[in-house]
């Protein structure tokens, strides 16, 4: 998705507006049109050509009164636009599609397992997978990130799973089939064959691997999953599926988005990665501005449970409301100067991994492997130098990058650092 500074006056025709159209992420540009809604429409209906509709949520608080009231607006009828009126029958099973007491029940004992303080052990090895993705940097040929940090979740997941080294590449393109399905360079026959067929392989995978166990290891994510009780009962053969495709989701198809997307900021501004170089104590607060620039999930979705009244407007029972959080993260209510890509902005209250009770799980995780990531660069890059054009992901909910080739300019030694590792 391409990231722009909207220039006033804004001719915004509102009608004319749709955010469900993957073109748009593809080769469009939704930061001129998030902004007219800002500021005109924050809450505001889109009807799509065969009737159904849905509201969209724009502005920081309403995304964020949103996301955390369950018992105003539902989780349980699904949260992704591309099956908007259909009831997803992961519903009640899987932690995303459940609304509070059962979500709790099932996401806590998760919670210590991805828990910041028991996935610090698994450092030392998340930093050689770093290694290993940096060393192609080391002759300064054109290096496409985009491509190589797709791979990059699958071998931290992968381990913590305990899937086979030899399935990670098939994984990783499932996953974006299931989440790009219109995008041709990841399509196998039509957009809906595409999207059956990853889930299809998906679930057929994890439900193979749960049978393969027989519930004696306790080595890995899908061992505990087969043992944790939710509620006094341990999970059902379905429930346990649902959860790794959830949990290998949603680390597969936004971590790489956030890298890409955030050194492309490192391009576009350099300024801010020479900041950066000069204070490496910068980094974690970099790693948070990249999560709020690129806000890799593009928005999720929520019914209403009665009806409402939100920023003045009537919402009936039953209606759609997604919520745009690359908007919200760029709301100029809530984040000074929002277009400004600032690698020491504080506070930095950015809604990219959510808000509210299904706030992303997988934060810990993702925050530690992007720190040791970026602090790797900060340790062997001089400066990045974009190398060809940067190509769009072609889907509503994840905000990406499939391609952005790069060249780096190494630090004195870096070379031999990355050739050693
Ligand atoms: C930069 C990386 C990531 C981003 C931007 C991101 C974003 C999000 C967001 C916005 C939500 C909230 C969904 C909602 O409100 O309905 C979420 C939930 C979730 N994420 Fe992430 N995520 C990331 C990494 C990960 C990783 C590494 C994992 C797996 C280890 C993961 C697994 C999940 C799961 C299972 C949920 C559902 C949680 C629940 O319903 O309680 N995510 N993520």
Known sequence: MKISVPREPLEVDLDAIDLFDPELYASGDPHPLWKALRQR????????RDGRFFWSVTKYDDANDVLRDHTRFTSQRGTLLCILGQDDPASGKMMAATDPPRHGAMREPLMKMLSHRSLNERKPQ????????LAPLADGATWDIAEAGANFPMAFTGTLMGLPEADWPRLTRLTTMAIAPDDSEFQEGSSRATLAASHHELFEYFSDEVHRRDGSRDRDLIDFLIRMEAGGERLRHDEIVYNCYSLLLGANVTTPHAIATTVQAFIEHPGEYRRLLERPALVPSAVEEGLRWASPANHFMRYAVRDLTLRGVSIQRGDA???WLGSANRDE?????PYRFDVGRTPNR????GFGPHYCIGAPLARIALNLLFEEIVRVVEAFEGRGPAVHLKSNFVAGLKHLPVAARLRAGAAELLESA
């Open 41 to 48: 429409a924050p809450i505001h209906r889109q009807t799509l």
């Open 126 to 133: 998340i930093r050689r997978i770093v290694h290993r993705l």
């Open 321 to 323: 409301l997604a919520v």
């Open 333 to 337: 209510d809530a984040f000074p100067d």
């Open 350 to 353: 950015h809604i990219a991994f």
